[in-house]
């Protein structure tokens, strides 16, 4: 007959060892996918990859212009979402805490957050690609605006949160005004944490395919003005790799190992920026 102790001690045991198979089948397929992407993506890294823009089938060519359409398009979604998630997760924190409208705002960005990104590119489509009769560079960017903002915003929130109250009032028993204290204080003592939010959301839009085959669609040319079709690596990735040409399919392989490369690092930056800022504190 086991004692109290000896069935507590079995039970641990049982839910350590389940806990540890469960997190090496998650492992197992992530080093799989890794592995693929990197056998069949690797060997058609090249320098014309950066250099010549998408060719026709049996042509040689690159994907230059899909990666700086990319890079426009997250670049100016950020420039809409940031300020937008931050400023939002400020009033959540700081100055509407308690507020009426805040469990309203917590309930819209939780929708947008687990809400599937091709809805919001079929929102853009509606409010922007058939009101200008064309899609766009510009409708592109704010459907990864609009993804980019609730991953923001609730990192924004908590990070705030975790700043001590005590350092709110002692700041304002100095006689600093509110929007002093969030400004100079607040936001300096959770900077670490902001950023990390961000790269999370540059992260996340990234790669986003659906939302853009509504609103960018595709350009196979530079696209030197956003008011037209633009290339992008998400894009040109899905058409390629679903075409019957071989070496369509070779720079699909290529662009998604880029992607999956430029994502990871982006994720390492902000766990090590999020990993000072917690040594800071401490």
Same mark, same amino acid.
Request: charged letters at 10%; zero cysteines.
């Given at each position: 007959?086991?004692?109290? !102790?000896?069935?507590?001690?079995?039970? #641990?045991?049982?839910?350590?060892?389940? /806990?540890?198979?469960? *997190?090496?089948?998650?492992?197992?397929?992530?080093?799989?996918?890794?592995? *693929?992407?990197?056998?069949?993506?690797?060997?058609?890294?090249?320098? /014309?990859?950066?250099?010549?823009?998408?060719?026709?089938?049996?042509?040689?060519?690159?994907?230059?212009?899909?990666?700086?359409? /990319?890079?426009?398009?997250?670049?100016?979604?950020? =420039? $809409?979402?940031? %300020?937008? +998630?931050?400023?939002?997760?400020?009033?959540?924190?700081?100055?509407?805490?308690?507020?009426?409208?805040? %469990?309203?705002?917590?309930?819209?960005?939780?929708?947008?957050?687990?809400?599937? /990104?091709?809805?919001? +590119?079929?929102?853009? !489509?509606?409010? $922007?690609?058939?009101?200008?009769?064309?899609?766009? +560079?510009?409708?592109?960017?704010?459907?990864?605006?609009?993804?980019?903002?609730?991953?923001?915003?609730?990192?924004?929130?908590?990070?705030?949160? =975790?700043?001590?109250?005590? *350092?709110?009032?002692?700041?304002?028993?100095?006689?600093?005004?509110?929007?002093?204290?969030?400004?100079?204080?607040?936001?300096?003592?959770?900077? +670490?944490?902001?950023? *990390? &939010?961000?790269?999370?959301?540059?992260?996340?839009?990234?790669?986003?395919?659906?939302?853009?085959?509504?609103?960018?669609? #595709?350009?196979?040319?530079?696209?030197?003005?956003?008011?037209?079709?633009?290339?992008?690596?998400?894009?040109?990735?899905?058409?390629?790799?679903?075409?019957? !040409?071989?070496?369509?399919?070779?720079?699909?392989?290529?662009?998604?190992?880029?992607?999956? &490369?430029?994502?990871?690092?982006?994720? $390492?930056?902000?766990?090590?920026?999020?990993?000072? &800022?917690?040594?800071?504190? !401490?």
């Amino acid at each position: 007959m086991l004692t109290l !102790y000896s069935r507590r001690k079995v039970m #641990n045991s049982f839910w350590l060892v389940m /806990s540890v198979l469960a *997190t090496a089948f998650g492992l197992f397929w992530l080093a799989w996918l890794l592995w *693929t992407l990197l056998s069949n993506g690797f060997q058609w890294l090249a320098w /014309s990859l950066f250099t010549q823009t998408t060719p026709p089938p049996g042509s040689a060519g690159g994907l230059a212009n899909a990666i700086v359409g /990319s890079l426009v398009m997250t670049a100016v979604g950020m =420039l $809409i979402g940031a %300020p937008v +998630g931050v400023l939002a997760g400020t009033f959540l924190s700081e100055f509407g805490r308690q507020s009426r409208a805040a %469990p309203v705002i917590r309930f819209v960005s939780d929708i947008l957050l687990s809400a599937p /990104s091709i809805v919001i +590119g079929v929102f853009v !489509y509606t409010i $922007i690609v058939l009101q200008t009769g064309h899609f766009s +560079g510009w409708a592109g960017a704010v459907a990864l605006a609009l993804i980019a903002i609730p991953v923001v915003l609730r990192t924004t929130e908590d990070m705030l949160r =975790l700043v001590p109250d005590s *350092t709110r009032e002692a700041a304002a028993a100095l006689g600093a005004p509110q929007w002093k204290v969030v400004v100079l204080i607040v936001y300096r003592a959770a900077r +670490g944490g902001i950023v *990390t &939010g961000v790269l999370l959301a540059v992260a996340r839009i990234s790669g986003e395919t659906a939302p853009l085959l509504f609103t960018a669609l #595709n350009n196979q040319f530079w696209s030197s003005s956003l008011n037209r079709p633009v290339a992008n690596l998400p894009v040109v990735i899905f058409q390629f790799a679903m075409s019957p !040409y071989d070496d369509w399919q070779h720079l699909a392989w290529a662009g998604a190992l880029l992607i999956t &490369g430029g994502i990871l690092v982006l994720n $390492i930056v902000a766990r090590m920026i999020q990993g000072t &800022g917690k040594r800071a504190r !401490y």
